[in-house]
């Protein structure tokens, strides 16, 4: 999913809020060389604090952002792996939160969300200051030379101020370091209404001469409106000496600051309420620490979390035990060789891909469900919330579902308890609750593949019901989900018909028919015969779209009929793209695309789909910013030139992933894009994860080690690629523990089981491996029913 500002083929794109797109590459030509100087950044000035395992490789500016209308939103802050807590300055008052470009540092806030296309969180917003307590211009500059970031700490100068703020996080608390000169009186200030998006409610209480809390209602994003609070309680190291609150309207009316106040309610959406703490001036610098607790439950929960992770810790110790965790994360897989560049590029990449979905429930188990009502998670279980599920289906569930098998079987049961608690299993829940953004039943997909790749630690029984409901019924009238787009038409017309549903009758169809496939695929694995058949017919309904006349997927009308003067350049019919885009997404059934559409007419389209001169949004090529068809590089492995996969994949991670703000392609959606890179890197990726089938390509490192966790049977899964790979883009030849591999894909089970597989790598392309027909990846029609 992707914020679109300047994409001049969406015209007619209806029933989105959230519409945005990647600025062109002639802007940042254009721009460039003005903000050249601010934006180049050294990974050691980045990463300056001393720090040894993978954690050292990993630069948290990347993806950060490089110029108006870029879509790069990553935060660089401290979390933990899968944190509640996505601590980070905010250099903009409503949006995204922190862009590299961005010369000001307004404050800091306690939650974002990883690289999502639209406006969210920014809840429990604070900001540090000297001399008197102004309301009016808080915000500090600051310079890139004098801040740092790494996996659980960020450091900056605030430069107006003469401040030194330093950051870390637990799972569910923060805490902030904040060093104030001399000479100067020191204050926080805490504008508690004041979010990334749309508080329409807030609360702030001064309780005690350490101590403040409250909460604030937040709107889930894209225009889904739907309210959450979170609540928290800050802790101060030193008594404050003095303290006082504000109300003031939004129109622009200056704040009413009353001294001495200890509480300030906001009732509504058209007022804003904070408070303020003061520490007198010191002859000395004084340094000052809060520790922050956040729930979703209630303050006893945020009082909770705080005691059970940050009390009695030190600011130090807790950003040790943060480091250590992120090096236990990270060092999952172990890579030897390729550039120094390209390992930076490879952990970033790793790290961005394990920051959401996001911890739920309190230390004490305790979390708020999808029926409203407060529910318990079982001891050792964790509840995970913000599925970016249209995005993160395709690599980085899977991937976690690789390397981290346990937390994935909680993440699964997240979403069966979703089901049972809420009806219906959600696309792209927020918060536990149903945003209705984007299309299809992504979630399906992960379940399945979770399961199929043998991970059985939730409840599929139910699970099943949920997702089998999902693809075959409608939710009734005014429940707050939206189920499958035109269910009505697919159920009676086999597609979705353009006429009658406005927005992307094309891409809904494509998106149901692949979670259809995974839920056959899952249905034949449970014995479940009669619903196979069922959803192996209903996986072919993705065909009804396709025109055999110029063989690409059309928008058609309720009457059978193809709309008329299509033009594939044209987004109508479909998704934050094109008919180009989207004319290879049948990630079931590829085998079927290849044979429809001739086999030399694949390859010279697909060729030609990569054609372009410079990586750009562009209607008619390859889009590496956006989702639509992040599976184009793999699918001449499906068309007996699995060599072009190999040069366009290595095409797509040297122009696209670089070491720099920009290195995200777009917006990383919760980890999407980054995951993309992290599978590419280390030589196999799956079109269709559900299938268990990974392509592979080149490797880019000399040797990667996946250290493999139970309920996996293996220990380690290696993968050698000989001498100077990030040079030889070829695959000459493949060997799986030690025997000879012509096909051009492994089943999971090969990674799952252990043992080695060894790529011989070549400047020049060997276009006999894995070009055979009988080489290629299984696709649905290929099976007998």
């Not at 200051?129 to 659980?152: F, I």
């Not at 790749?453 to 939206?482: I, N, T």
């Amino acid at each position: 999913m992707q914020c679109i500002r300047d994409f001049s083929f969406v015209r007619g794109l209806r029933g989105r809020v959230c519409l945005s797109v990647r600025t062109p590459v002639k802007w940042r030509a254009a721009a460039g060389a003005a903000l050249a100087a601010s934006l180049m950044f050294s990974p050691l000035i980045a990463n300056a604090q001393s720090a040894s395992g993978p954690v050292a490789e990993v630069n948290p500016m990347i993806g950060t952002g490089t110029g108006p209308g870029d879509s790069e939103n990553l935060f660089p802050g401290p979390s933990m792996p899968f944190g509640m807590v996505q601590l980070s300055p905010d250099t903009e008052s409503s949006g995204f939160g922190y862009h590299y470009y961005q010369h000001k540092i307004l404050g800091f806030s306690m939650t974002h969300m990883s690289g999502v296309g639209c406006s969210n969180e920014g809840e429990v917003f604070f900001t540090p200051t000297t001399g008197p307590v102004d309301l009016e211009g808080d915000a500090s500059n600051y310079s890139h030379q004098q801040e740092s970031a790494s996996p659980g700490y960020y450091q900056v100068q605030l430069l107006r101020w003469g401040i030194e703020a330093a950051l870390t996080a637990t799972d569910r608390t923060g805490e902030v370091k904040l060093t104030f000169p001399a000479g100067k009186q020191a204050n926080l200030l805490i504008p508690i209404s004041h979010t990334l998006n749309n508080a329409i409610g807030a609360q702030i209480k001064i309780a005690g001469n350490n101590r403040v809390e409250g909460y604030v209602t937040n709107e889930t994003f894209c225009g889904s409106n739907r309210p959450y609070k979170v609540y928290f309680v800050m802790e101060f190291s030193h008594p404050f000496a003095k303290y006082g609150t504000w109300s003031g309207y939004r129109d622009g009316a200056p704040a009413a600051l009353t001294a001495g106040s200890r509480e300030a309610t906001q009732p509504g959406n058209d007022k804003q309420v904070g408070a303020y703490v003061s520490w007198p001036q010191s002859s000395d610098a004084q340094t000052v620490t809060a520790k922050i607790g956040i729930s979703y439950v209630d303050l006893k929960g945020a009082e909770g979390n705080l005691k059970a992770e940050a009390a009695g810790k030190s600011f130090a110790q807790i950003r040790q035990e943060e480091t250590a965790a992120w090096n236990r994360a990270l060092g999952v897989i172990d890579v030897t060789g390729g550039t120094a560049k390209q390992r930076t590029v490879f952990y970033t990449a790793l790290y961005h891909s394990l920051l959401i979905p996001s911890i739920f429930n309190d230390a004490d188990g305790r979390y708020l469900g999808f029926d409203g009502q407060i529910h318990h998670v079982a001891s050792g279980h964790n509840i995970y919330d913000n599925y970016s599920g249209w995005d993160i289906y395709r690599s980085e569930m899977p991937l976690v579902a690789l390397i981290e098998p346990k937390r994935m079987e909680d993440i699964a049961q997240s979403v069966v308890l979703m089901y049972q608690q809420g009806g219906w299993i959600g696309r792209w829940p927020q918060i536990n609750q149903y945003t209705n953004i984007m299309a299809g039943s992504p979630l399906t997909v992960v379940l399945a593949t979770a399961w199929l790749d043998g991970l059985h630690g939730f409840d599929m029984k139910a699970g099943w019901e949920g997702m089998y409901k999902d693809a075959m019924q409608a939710p009734p009238p005014g429940s707050s989900y939206q189920g499958e787009v035109g269910m009505k038409w697919i159920n009676t017309l086999h597609y979705v018909p353009n006429d009658k549903v406005g927005y992307g009758s094309v891409s809904q169809l494509q998106e149901d028919a692949i979670a259809w496939a995974s839920l056959y695929d899952l249905a034949k694995d449970l014995g479940k015969q009669d619903a196979a058949h069922t959803l192996y017919e209903r996986a072919l309904y993705y065909r009804n779209a396709f025109d055999p006349q110029d063989k690409m997927f059309h928008p058609r009308n309720a009457d059978g009929q193809w709309i008329k003067n299509f033009d594939p350049k044209k987004s109508d019919g479909f998704i934050e793209g094109s008919g180009w885009h989207y004319q290879w997404f049948a990630p079931a059934d590829l085998a079927w695309v290849v044979q429809a559409m001739g086999r030399d007419t694949f390859n010279q389209r697909l060729t030609q789909f990569f054609d372009y001169k410079k990586p750009g949004w562009y209607p008619q090529y390859y889009n590496p910013y956006n989702e639509t068809d992040l599976e184009a590089p793999f699918e001449f492995n499906f068309s007996g030139e699995p060599w072009m996969t190999q040069k366009v994949v290595r095409r797509v991670l040297n122009e696209n992933y670089p070491d720099t703000p920009d290195g995200v392609p777009g917006n990383d959606d919760a980890g999407e894009m980054s995951s993309w890179a992290v599978m590419s890197m280390m030589g196999f990726y799956s079109v269709d994860p559900a299938s268990r089938a990974y392509e592979l390509v080149s490797p880019v490192f000399q040797k990667t080690v996946i250290h493999l966790h139970a309920p996996y049977k293996g220990k380690e899964f290696t993968i050698e690629a000989g001498p100077e790979p990030e040079s030889n883009a070829y695959i000459q030849s493949v060997k799986v523990d030690g025997k000879a591999h012509a096909k051009n894909w492994i089943d999971f089970g090969d990674i799952s089981r252990g043992g080695t597989m060894q790529f011989t790598l070549g400047s020049s392309p060997n276009q006999q491996w894995g070009a055979a027909a009988g080489d290629a990846p299984p696709s649905l029609s290929e099976q007998q029913q």
